[in-house]
């Protein structure tokens, strides 16, 4: 058996898998964010290692497996965040994850430095205060007494996979998420760790996705309930890992497209694809020697979750699928526009200043129109990266879709109308990256090859666009950049 869990924005989404990657049993142990106002967003590292303790004790649980029959354990983890460690391997403060934008100055300061062209040849990403290293840099310029405390730094997964084995390293997806690795060499790149300041000590060793970084520590798995002879895999970042998942384990699979709290699109290709305009980014993909070219926008989910708990009566309880599901039903958006940047945006537009905003309204606009406009602008955004993967190489003629978002009849109907191609939901859905970490740790382990990925989910249901409406929505597209465009400006003033 295989334990896997993915470290994602809400919460652990943990499954115990067969040895071939089938999966048994899921749980999701959930954990808080911490919002504020200048582009934060924290979390506690000290909250996903609790996720992973309860989630591993309650799938042995639930599944009535023996915690002997466990042969191996694999983390999968949101991208792009800053753990920063003491001598000890202690955080010395909040993680600061990938949906935090305070890093803007340093971001300037290596776009000076390096120049942004040829710093996105070097990294594969083009620079942007998202990304890892420039939320260290933060750290070091805003919170000295706290920098002096620091020895290592890490990603989600990293954290996790330390405190299990005693043993900080990262995989190629992480490390290529963090704009501070050369992707043609495989390595740190110094000319970017040097143009940010930094002692390139702090990083941690590389691993393949695949490897066995070690066993369980003892007190670990005392504490987890299973035994010491444990391999822990290294494991992958959560887009790659979702590219398994969803069966894109090779350039022929295609593309996919994932509904999560942030929500992208993505392929396997055999080298980086690089976008004239840089809109796209490209991660090294778990399966070794393989890429993965991604456009990733920060508040897809997210902004459906938003709209659906500020029109509840109860915050807590935002029966998002009901809203989502009244909105396809009859409802009149004419005119009307969501720009769904809630937390900046990265693909298209990469301006950690852009806001959300409704912009069209009208008074017969009520509260169903509201949650459409919000679905169609996260499907406007979304055709607006799947213009700039196909404007880099990429030839994308169909998507499948995985991600909580992907339950939904409505939404994904309404995305094969937007794009013009057919959407077609995987079985996996919220389990793609959980299942994507199992296969890649049975990998790891010898016990399957990453073709296994492809049987082990199918396709359940698919949406086929309308040529009328995707002509209709084609032409709203337009006037949703025409709106974005327009106040592109207003952001730059107003930004937080």
């Known amino acids: 058996m295989i334990l896997a869990h993915d470290l994602g924005t809400t919460g652990n989404k943990a499954s115990l898998h ?3 990657g089938t999966l048994v049993a899921a749980v999701t142990v959930a954990y808080p964010t911490r919002y504020a106002a200048g582009g934060v967003a924290e979390q506690d590292p000290e909250d996903w290692w609790q996720a992973v303790v309860e989630a591993t004790r309650a799938l042995l649980a639930r599944a009535d497996s023996a915690a002997t029959a466990v042969e191996g354990l694999v983390i999968s983890g949101q991208m792009m965040g800053a753990v920063l460690l003491d001598d000890t391997g202690a955080p010395v403060r909040p993680a600061i994850i990938w949906a935090d934008t ?3 100055a340093q971001q300037r300061r290596l776009s000076d430095a390096l120049g942004d062209d040829a710093a996105y040849r070097i990294l594969g990403h083009r620079l942007n205060p998202t990304y890892s290293i420039e939320k260290v840099m933060w750290v070091r310029d805003h919170e000295p007494e706290t920098w002096r405390r620091v020895a290592r730094f890490g990603v989600a997964k990293d954290y996790i996979v330390q405190r299990l084995t005693g043993r900080l390293a990262t995989d190629r997806s992480d490390a290529s998420g963090t704009n501070a690795y050369d992707q043609a060499r495989g390595t740190w790149s110094t000319a970017v760790i040097e143009a940010a300041g930094l002692d390139a000590a702090l990083f941690p060793e590389i691993l393949d996705s695949t490897a066995v970084v070690g066993t369980l520590r003892p007190a670990v798995a005392a504490e987890l309930g299973l035994p010491v002879r444990v391999q822990v895999v290294m494991g992958g970042g959560d887009g790659p890992m979702a590219a398994v998942g969803s069966g894109v384990v090779a350039p022929e699979d295609g593309a996919y497209v994932s509904l999560g709290t942030s929500s992208w699109m993505a392929l396997a290709t055999d080298a980086p694809l690089l976008d004239p305009a840089l809109r796209t980014f490209t ?9 993965s070219p991604t456009a990733t926008m920060q508040a897809g989910g997210a902004s459906v979750q938003w709209i659906s708990e500020a029109l509840a009566a ?8 009901a809203r989502v599901a009244a909105a396809g039903v009859d409802v009149d958006t004419a005119g009307l526009y969501f720009l769904p940047y809630l937390l900046g945006e990265r693909s298209p537009w990469w301006n950690p200043d852009a806001r959300a905003a409704f912009v069209g309204l009208s008074r017969h606009h009520g509260r169903d129109a509201l949650v459409r406009a919000v679905l169609e602008g ?4 979304l055709l607006s990266c799947l213009h700039a993967l196909r404007d880099a190489g990429a030839r994308i003629d169909r998507i499948d879709a995985v991600g909580g978002g992907a339950q939904s009849d409505v939404w994904l109907a309404m ?3 937007i794009w013009g191609i057919p959407v077609r939901r995987r079985s996996v859905v919220e389990e793609a990256n959980s299942l994507g970490a199992a296969i890649t740790a049975a990998v790891g382990l010898g016990l399957a090859d990453f073709s296994a990925a492809r049987a082990l989910s199918r ?3 698919e949406f086929v666009p309308d040529p009328d409406r995707h002509a209709v929505y084609s032409a709203r597209h337009r006037a949703f950049v025409d709106a974005y465009t327009a106040l592109e400006p207003w952001f730059a003033r107003k930004g937080s």
């Open 314 to 321: 109860d915050p807590a309880r935002p029966e998002t699928g």
């Open 283 to 291: 991660f090294d993909h778990v399966v070794p020697g393989l890429f």
């Open 18 to 20: 067969r040895d071939d």
């Open 415 to 417: 995305l094969a109308d």
């Open 102 to 104: 305070r890093a803007a």
């Open 459 to 461: 396709v359940t249901a």
């Open 378 to 381: 996260v499907g406007f955004n």
